[in-house]
């Protein structure tokens, strides 16, 4: 009894792994290297557009997970060097994610449309540091900051009847 029980557990293990590597997925390899694609240029197009003193544009992390049949989530991460008005050189790292959206066609490719796209975090490094002293008018540290005396207001009299 044990050896018919064990080679029907066999069995059904080897045909549940046969179906496993055999299934076609909803949404394939070649669909997910698309669309990170997209999105690089996407990421590379928009930072050109609204930051064109932007340079060293570096694209860190770029995946998309599936999470339905017609879903997929992105997740990014890029790097890029700005100069600001005073001429310091500054990095900032922007990481986030974007929601897109299978959109039925007539055709039979696929046409994907970005549903959602949000920072989940902003970073300003700065290369070089900026140091901060008190003006000739600030008070030197550790001394109260002089304040106007004021003439102290007259006081009424009392008047006499």
């Known amino acids: 009894m044990k050896k018919i029980?064990?080679?029907?557990?066999?069995v059904a293990a080897?045909?549940?792994t046969w179906n496993?590597?055999?299934?076609?997925e909803a949404i394939g390899f070649e669909t997910h290297a698309g669309i990170q694609t997209k999105l690089a240029e996407l990421i590379t197009?928009?930072?050109?557009?609204?930051?064109?003193?932007?340079?060293?544009?570096?694209?860190?992390?770029?995946w998309t997970e599936s999470m339905n049949d017609n879903k997929v989530r992105a997740v990014f991460s890029?790097?890029?060097?700005?100069?600001?008005?005073?001429?310091?050189?500054l990095e900032q790292v922007i990481e986030g994610e974007a929601i897109l959206?299978?959109?039925?066609?007539?055709?039979?490719?696929?046409?994907?449309?970005?549903?959602?796209v949000k920072t989940t975090n902003d970073i300003v490094i700065f290369s070089e540091g900026?140091?901060?002293?008190?003006?000739?008018?600030?008070?030197a540290e550790g001394t109260p900051e002089a304040s106007p005396?004021?003439?102290?207001?007259?006081?009424?009299?009392?008047?006499?009847?």
Not at 5 to 10: E, G, L
Not at 130 to 139: I, K, L, R
Not at 151 to 161: G, L, N
């Open 5 to 10: 029980v064990s080679v029907i557990v066999f």
């Open 14 to 16: 080897l045909v549940w």
């Open 20 to 24: 496993v590597i055999h299934t076609n």
């Open 45 to 62: 197009n928009t930072l050109a557009a609204k930051k064109p003193n932007a340079k060293e544009l570096r694209i860190d992390k770029l």
């Open 78 to 89: 890029y790097k890029f060097i700005e100069i600001s008005e005073s001429g310091e050189s």
């Open 101 to 116: 959206h299978r959109e039925p066609t007539e055709d039979k490719t696929d046409k994907w449309t970005l549903q959602s």
């Open 130 to 139: 900026s140091t901060v002293t008190p003006g000739p008018d600030a008070p």
């Open 149 to 161: 005396t004021a003439s102290p207001a007259p006081t009424a009299s009392p008047e006499k009847h």
